[in-house]
């Protein structure tokens, strides 16, 4: 989650005064407890939900897989099985109702089914794909005159709200938009804003889905009036009511907590600490919480196994937003290997391309081969238009903010060779291209040239263009082995290639980063010698040890 600072936890007035001296918020200890004790039972009911359902849920497959993807940032140990099982589930729903979003029909659910599994799909790490593009067109089809996106529901709280909708449908557009889709989703995202801005929100749901969708519309400067007015929401009890005529429940404060957190405000604060306390206290003994339903039932009732009949599902996607809440107030460790597509956090990390699976190390959209220390794969025409002119690609989920990444590479007839840093959105990309006429592939539409991105959004904010004297093309390094090295600190890079060296400063850089990846179009890439030191995110491994030996204790 962001952790930027805003005036809210900046300015200490008098109600901060008062909350700090209620009684505080739950030890790490025990809030790892909750935490342990809820995932177990998340775990096992969105395991009983895919087996029962062959269509997607929100809350039995999007939510959990999204909660599960945190967890392994705070140190816990998840089901990677489970967790793959819950996105290939959701990545099925979307691929047989491919065709029903090309032509715009969607599926039940409509918009907000299709938000959610993009945000489930993305918390998995799923790469664009001609599902997801059909998704888009569906999507860009579906905003009202007015800039929302409707929701075709009445399933309160958590299939009521038009704002909720939106967010969904904002969040989806910006992570799985592509290129040729840009100019829509530019003028959907300015209506949009216009409709989030001068529409007034009827309850708790609508302001928290105001507020988390004020970064995907560029309008954070209406962020802390946004954030004072839920602030104002708060109950004596620490907790918020979904309604003003309602009491407080673990959903509306789970919801705000997580809201706050996403927009700034430190799990340190007073009010958040309150928040907390509300939903440990009102965790059940079987790690649940109990939420009652306000919906009337449409469909066949069955049973996950998650506790409270027939309020589970609505209290199960409460869970999920108090699991949320409550990572957010444990520091990041690194967890437990559980699978090649689980983040890893460490100091330094090397690939020497010696086996074919690598912790840590993700191969795509292509035949990579393994062997002798050396990553290799030929790119495949029918491949690169299935996934919409992308070719193969190599990615290592890694979270860090300094850093250096080195390795070597040898072109082949490529038509260009992108290397990336991702975060929240991408923030820095080289690419190396082959622009002469008589190319293989004829010349390339994308230039040599380097792009920072200032904010998270490559899909709205085409970033600077950096164009150093004598950066090589493609031609240049093609059939040699040519090291690449790019070191970053703070707000400055520096970037060798081969004899080539450039400085880059830009406020980009400093950004948390969460992926590197190294893509290439047409003919052969072959890597090897993969190594990136973090700076900035890893700890020492004396107090790795003290925190692993202080959590087996606990």
Not at 4 to 23: I, M, S
Not at 314 to 335: F, G, K, N, R, Y
Not at 432 to 446: F, I, M, N
Not at 475 to 500: M, S, Y
Request: charged share 25%; aromatic share 8%.
């Amino acid at each position: 989650m962001r952790t930027l600072l805003t005036a809210v936890v900046l300015c200490a007035g008098p109600a901060d005064v008062l909350f700090a001296q209620q009684p505080s918020a739950p030890p790490a200890s025990a809030i790892r407890y909750s935490v342990n004790k809820s995932l177990r039972l998340l775990e096992s009911a969105s395991a009983e939900t895919a087996q029962q359902r062959k269509c997607f849920t929100c809350h039995g497959q999007a939510l959990p897989a999204v909660v599960l993807e945190h967890a392994t940032h705070r140190g816990f140990t998840i089901d990677a099985t489970n967790l793959q099982r819950q996105l290939k589930h959701t990545f099925d729903h979307l691929q047989r109702s491919q065709e029903r979003y090309r032509d715009g029909r969607g599926t039940g659910g409509q918009v907000d089914t299709a938000g959610w599994a993009l945000w489930g799909l993305e918390a998995g790490q799923q790469t664009p794909h001609d599902v997801t593009d059909a998704v888009m067109t569906y999507l860009l089809g579906r905003q009202d005159d007015s800039g929302r996106w409707r929701c075709s529901s009445n399933r309160p709280p958590s299939e009521k709200s038009h704002f909720a909708t939106t967010y969904l449908a904002l969040r989806g557009l910006q992570t799985y938009g592509q290129e040729h889709d840009a100019d829509d989703i530019a003028r959907a995202t300015t209506r949009a804003r216009s409709w989030l801005e001068q529409t007034p929100p009827s309850d708790t749901e609508d302001r928290v889905f105001q507020l988390l969708s004020l970064p995907y519309v560029e309008l954070n400067e209406q962020r802390e009036r946004f954030t004072e007015k839920l602030i104002g929401l708060q109950r004596d009890d620490g907790g918020w009511a979904q309604k003003m005529d309602m009491d407080s429940d673990a959903y509306a404060t789970a919801t705000v907590l997580y809201a706050l957190a996403e927009g700034g405000m430190e799990s340190a604060s007073p009010v958040y600490q309150r928040g907390l306390k509300f939903l440990t206290d009102n965790q059940q003994e079987d790690g649940s919480w109990h939420v009652k339903s306000r919906s009337k039932p449409f469909q066949t009732y069955f049973e996950t196994g998650y506790p409270h009949g027939k309020d589970q599902f609505i209290s199960m996607t409460a869970a999920c937003w108090a699991t949320l809440a409550l990572l957010h107030a444990l520091p990041d460790e690194q967890s437990s290997p559980a699978s090649p597509d689980t983040q890893v956090h460490m100091s330094e990390f090397t690939d020497n391309f010696d086996t074919e699976t690598r912790h840590g190390r993700l191969a795509e959209r292509g035949a990579w081969q393994f062997e002798n220390g050396i990553a290799r794969c030929i790119a495949d025409p029918t491949l690169y238009r299935k996934f919409k002119n992308h070719g193969p690609i190599l990615k290592w989920p890694r979270k860090f903010r300094d850093g250096t990444i080195a390795f070597e590479m040898k072109a082949r007839d490529c038509q260009r060779v992108v290397f990336t840093l991702n975060g929240d959105g991408h923030i820095f990309r080289v690419t190396l291209a082959d622009e002469h006429p008589e190319a293989t592939a004829g010349p390339s539409k994308v230039p040599t040239r380097l792009i920072a991105w200032a904010t998270k959004s490559s899909k709205q904010n085409k970033g600077t263009t950096i164009r150093p004297a004598g950066l090589p093309d493609l031609p240049a390094v093609n059939e040699q082995w040519v090291a690449v090295r790019l070191k970053v600190q703070g707000t400055r890079g520096v970037l060798n290639i081969g004899d080539f060296r450039t400085e880059i400063t830009h406020d980009a850089l400093a950004r948390d980063k969460t992926m590197v990846m190294l893509t290439f179009a047409y003919g052969e890439l072959a890597v090897r010698r993969m190594k990136i030191l973090s700076d900035g995110a890893a700890e020492e491994p004396q107090d790795r040890a003290q925190k692993r030996a202080l959590n087996e204790k606990r």
